[in-house]
């Protein structure tokens, strides 16, 4: 019997339309736990690099947590991967919602597309019975206008649904993966989806799941939710107001943008409006707000609220997650009412809502530089709010000036040349980033943005405040009751953290201290995301419901088998290790493991190459950021070793790489 998973994958030939229920082998769940450690691990196995993004080989793997489908509260992702378009790395996108409990009560842990289907398809999985059902009459569609056709079309209001838009359709290099209340839109997942010709998913299930031990299991989830109610009612203090509570960033609830408009910067990320926020705007915002937004809305199994259903008036409804709220406005240097019409315009489309902001801005920041003309633009509006419109509509059909901005500004900027790539300035592995531009280094921050394969920062952030706190007093409360450290030395990394003097910034935390906080920060990302836990509950806010402590105990009365603090640890720096292993394979070296040059205006760069030297060091890899032979050893990974020998990226004998 197989306890929290099903034990069962579906594999989905889209060239010849073949479909297989296929048993997984119970020692990967042990080893990579699920999600996305079994991905990596299918990735590493089936996709080796010579694979191109819009290669039939590439695979474009949907997968629950280990967890998602037991009562465990906020176990709900659904953890997409496969090789991005835009980084040409391996692509990692969570989506919240309902789909990945509705698969595992369908009977499945994963769906795992190959090939390419010659016309455009979309699967129904309805327990045992799966097919492939012609999509020509969805061609064009809109993601959500698509879930509701097909609802109507299988007379199943119940199917969860994942789907592309428009800009999956035609590739975009930052086309999501909508599913309604959530999307996965990180990476460009959504243009593999296209590509292969697959418009949608749809499933319901109605079996049950099975828990090891239910009554320890129920114990663990009781205390969870007796947590989440205390932290309601206990907000952090001394942190900004969006950090205060727990669940994904509370942009749905909040008014207050004073933060947010006045650090991030707006355009193509290189203004500050340092007194934007005042009186007027934020009655005008909340006016806004309270008008647009009809009801707050959770996922799966979870009693926060972190998105809204959004109805702008004249346009259909549509949900939205958190931060898309301000990044469509901010990027046109508009305000909220704009932002929230976009948005309903972008979510049917299927394009991130990081990404897709940036290249319209970085587009007319090269109009005024004169690098692209109006003749590229032919019938551009004379309006702010009209060219970001008139710019979308272009990218998510690739029409003129659209074909060449729809794959990123890395890209774009390449290919239109004549100074455009000054103007790329926000990427970190050829993927835009937040629109953030900071004085002082923050050395954490640095390596996190350096060597996070996740892309996106608040996918790697959580755990540890972003600043210290002004006084030891404040300080000293806040770690009073902070018991989901791993170890009691984090208390003290924070106790001594200054905001000026000795020990602040840029020096302190110092180099170890960086690698022990930016390994345990990520640690936990990596754990929700094999789990399929919510960030919002676990890795991203301070003083989590779930932790270091309690994972093991859920895992093992979840899925039954024996799991303790170090074994888990050990878990996650094994597959972890293996997503570094195939973007290794893939050409990734130190060269990429930097943020943006003018993410900060103080930099250092010998303290930066000494915190990536200790990063590297402490994370076993050789000093162009490959794990050695060695550490792959002690992970149970040598068939990676084999695999990079074999290739020439590591020597045999030495931890050098075979060319450098
Ligand atoms: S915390 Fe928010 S984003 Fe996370 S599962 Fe709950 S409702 Fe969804």
């Avoid at 006045?262 to 934007?276: H, L, P, T, V, Y």
């Avoid at 895992?555 to 050990?570: C, H, R």
């Amino acid at each position: 019997m197989r306890y929290a998973e099903t034990g069962f994958n579906l594999e989905v030939d889209l060239t010849r339309g073949n479909i297989e229920r296929v048993a997984t082998d119970p020692r990967d769940t042990e080893l990579y736990l699920g999600g996305l450690g079994t991905n990596a691990k299918m990735l590493w196995d089936r996709v080796p690099p010579e694979v191109e993004p819009f290669s039939p080989e590439n695979l474009l793997i949907f997968s629950s947590g280990l967890l998602c489908g037991t009562p465990a509260t906020g176990c709900n992702r659904t953890i997409v991967s496969t090789i991005s378009p835009q980084t040409q790395l391996m692509a990692f996108s969570m989506m919240g919602g309902f789909w990945a409990p509705e698969l595992k009560y369908a009977g499945y842990d994963k769906v795992i597309f190959r090939g390419k289907s010659p016309d455009l398809v979309y699967l129904w999985i309805n327990n045992d019975k799966v097919e492939l059902r012609d999509a020509s009459h969805l061609r064009g569609k809109g993601s959500g206008e698509t879930a509701e056709l097909i609802r109507k079309e299988l007379k199943e209001p119940k199917a969860q649904i994942a789907s592309i838009g428009l800009a999956g359709e035609s590739r975009v290099f930052f086309a999501s993966i909508e599913q309604g209340r959530s999307s996965a839109s990180r990476g460009g997942i959504g243009a593999v989806m296209g590509d292969k010709g697959l418009k949608a998913i749809a499933v319901r299930g109605t079996k049950d799941i099975n828990v090891a031990r239910p009554a320890e299991f129920m114990e663990l989830c009781k205390e969870v939710l007796s947590y989440i109610k205390f932290r309601n009612e206990n907000p952090v203090e001394g942190v900004m107001a969006i950090l205060t509570g727990l669940g994904s960033p509370q942009e749905m609830a909040v008014h207050d943008e004073k933060w947010h408009t006045e650090n991030f910067m707006w355009g193509n990320s290189r203004i500050r409006r340092k007194d934007f926020w005042n009186q007027e705007i934020a009655a005008k915002w909340m006016e806004t707000l309270e008008t647009m937004r009809t009801r707050l809305i959770s996922c799966y199994n979870c009693p926060m609220k972190c998105g809204a259903t959004i109805s702008p008036p004249g346009l259909p409804t549509y949900m939205m997650k958190c931060f898309s709220k301000l990044t469509y406005t901010m990027a046109a240097m508009s305000d909220l009412d704009f932002g929230l019409r976009i948005a309903q315009n972008a979510t049917e489309y299927g394009v991130d809502g990081f990404s897709a902001p940036q290249v319209m801005a970085f587009a007319l920041e090269l109009l005024e530089a004169g690098i692209l003309t109006e003749n590229d633009m032919p019938g551009l509006p004379p309006d702010n709010e009209g060219r970001f419109h008139w710019l979308l509509d272009r990218i998510v059909r690739r029409e003129g000036i659209g074909d060449v901005l729809a794959n990123g500004t890395y890209w774009a900027a390449k290919q239109i040349g004549n100074g455009a790539e000054a103007f790329a300035h926000n990427t970190i592995k050829k993927h835009e980033q937040l629109p953030l531009k900071l004085s002082m280094l923050n050395p954490i921050y640095f390596l996190m943005y350096s060597t996070g394969e996740k892309i996106n920062i608040t996918q790697i952030e959580g755990q540890f405040p972003q600043a210290p706190f002004a006084t030891r007093a404040e300080r000293e409360a806040f770690v009073k009751d902070w018991f989901q450290v791993p170890d009691d030395k984090f208390k003290q990394y924070f106790l001594d953290w200054e905001p000026r003097g000795e020990k602040s910034m840029p020096f302190y935390p110092t180099v170890q201290m960086c690698c022990d906080i930016v390994d345990w920060q990520e640690r936990m990302h990596y754990i929700d995301d094999a789990l399929g836990m919510c960030a919002g509950l676990s890795s991203f806010p301070l003083k989590p419901p779930y932790h270091i402590h309690n994972y093991p105990k859920f895992i093992s009365a979840g899925a039954g088998f024996a799991m303790d603090e170090a074994k888990l640890t050990q878990a996650t720096q094994r597959y972890r290790t293996l997503v570094r292993a195939i973007n290794i394979r893939r050409g990734m070296r130190r060269k990429d493991d930097k943020p943006p040059e003018n993410h900060w205006k103080k930099r250092f760069p010998e303290l930066e190459k000494e915190l990536l030297d200790t990063y590297y060091r402490f994370k076993g890899w050789n000093n162009d950021g490959i794990p050695t032979k060695e550490s792959l050893h002690d992970l149970g990974l040598d068939y990676v070793a084999d695999d990079f020998i074999k290739r020439r990226i590591l020597k045999d004998g030495d931890d050098g790489p075979a060319n450098g």
